[in-house]
């Protein structure tokens, strides 16, 4: 089934919410009292993940263009451990596989661009990570080329604040996730030339933090029912910006999931692309699945017997007469993991396969929004 370009463009949301919320952001800064984090709670520095992280999708960066894992040393991942790992379900064989192992034959046989929408479905803490504090779910995805060679590449965030409850586990069900308002800044992603770039990212910020409170403001300024912040069809330079304004604010976090963004290629003519780089997880339509590198060990002695079942990972051999949370708070306890949906499906009229103009021709001619914070971190690139 392919959408139509235009409707696509008519239907897709505006960003205004950004220069909306920046008085009462910088209001609740200036009303923070709270003592800075323990390294102990958060031992991962914030802004140093942050700064810079778009400047490989960024035109205005000197890193525009260049592969992610170049990233410098203080940019690199805040434990090796906690690295995203991204594994997709193939629900007619019953099959867990990672993204990585998707053939060519199983993406789209298309040429130009694609729709992707992107649900949030469960996020589960294993033993070992279940905590009474909140944690925030954040899914980034980017554009690498440019739409028609016109307009700079876009990106898509979607930012969760999750409440575990008194058994430490969070239902995105409960939390209204699956309600349309809570899917508008995922629902309407364009991947130009069948190509983009895809991160997933789970951290726990102090409740003491600004950045916790930012999440408050910009929920009551949205007025969003659900515990979601989604920004649609923004330039990356403005997600670059508000990205490290937030990361500041947030000062200290612990990460259970970290990754930078990683290419994500949607159709065979993508993957022949001899731009593309060396490390990709194929998109196509289905579930999947994000785990830190930590738990892919205690994964792979039941991958086998495992299943996605309404986002949950649940044992094929379960009683399917029980309720769905008992199975899965019996299937491997011990991983933390998150799950979404996602849909691939062709764009008519597109543009993109002709050749990219420079970065010059294809950029509006502005000045870079990207925001140096004054804090003693400089870019590490």
């Not at 930078?260 to 003519?269: D, G, K, M, P, R």
Request: charged fraction near 20%; hydrophobic fraction near 35%.
């Amino acid at each position: 089934m392919s959408i139509s370009r235009r409707r696509f463009m008519t239907d897709a949301s505006s960003l205004g919410l950004l220069a909306a919320i920046l008085p009462e952001l910088v209001q609740a800064q200036s009303q923070s009292s709270a003592p800075p984090p323990s390294p102990v709670d958060a031992p991962h520095d914030s802004f140093d993940f942050w700064n810079g992280f778009f400047d490989s999708v960024n035109p205005y960066s000197e890193n525009y263009g260049k592969k992610s894992a170049t990233r410098g040393p203080q940019d690199q991942l805040p434990e090796h451990g906690a690295e995203t790992q991204y594994l997709h379900f193939k629900a007619d064989e019953r099959k867990l596989r990672y993204a990585t192992d998707i053939h060519k034959d199983e993406l789209l046989n298309h040429d130009g661009d694609v729709a992707v929408s992107i649900a949030l479905s469960q996020f589960r803490t294993g033993e070992g990570d279940t905590s009474v504090h909140g944690s925030q779910l954040r899914v980034d995805t980017t554009q690498i080329y440019p739409y028609a060679n016109i307009i700079a590449p876009l990106a898509w965030t979607a930012i969760a604040s999750l409440a575990p409850d008194k058994a430490g586990k969070v239902s995105l069900d409960r939390l209204g996730f699956k309600t349309p308002q809570a899917r508008q800044g995922t629902s309407k992603i364009l991947l130009t030339r069948g190509t983009g770039k895809l991160a997933v990212n789970i951290s726990k910020a102090p409740s003491t933090s600004v950045f916790v409170k930012a999440l408050h403001v910009m929920m009551a300024g949205a007025k969003i029912a659900a515990p979601l912040v989604s920004l649609p069809a923004v330039s990356v330079p403005a997600l670059s910006a508000f990205t490290e304004v937030l990361s500041y604010w947030e000062d200290r976090t612990k990460f259970l999931m970290a990754g930078n963004l990683t290419s994500a290629i949607a159709t065979q003519h993508a993957l022949g692309d001899s731009e593309r780089e060396d490390r990709y997880i194929g998109l196509v339509s289905g579930d999947y699945l994000m785990l830190p590198m930590k738990h892919t060990n205690d994964l792979a002695k039941e991958l086998p017997n495992l299943e996605i079942v309404q986002g949950y990972l649940v044992r094929k051999d379960a009683d399917p007469n029980l309720p769905i949370e008992t199975r899965a708070q019996s299937a491997v306890p011990g991983i933390t993991y998150a799950s979404m949906r996602v849909s691939v499906q062709k764009l008519d009229g597109s543009y993109s396969n002709e050749p990219a103009k420079s970065t010059a021709d294809a950029c509006p001619a502005s000045s870079s929004t990207s925001s140096s914070k004054s804090k003693s971190k400089g870019k590490t690139k």
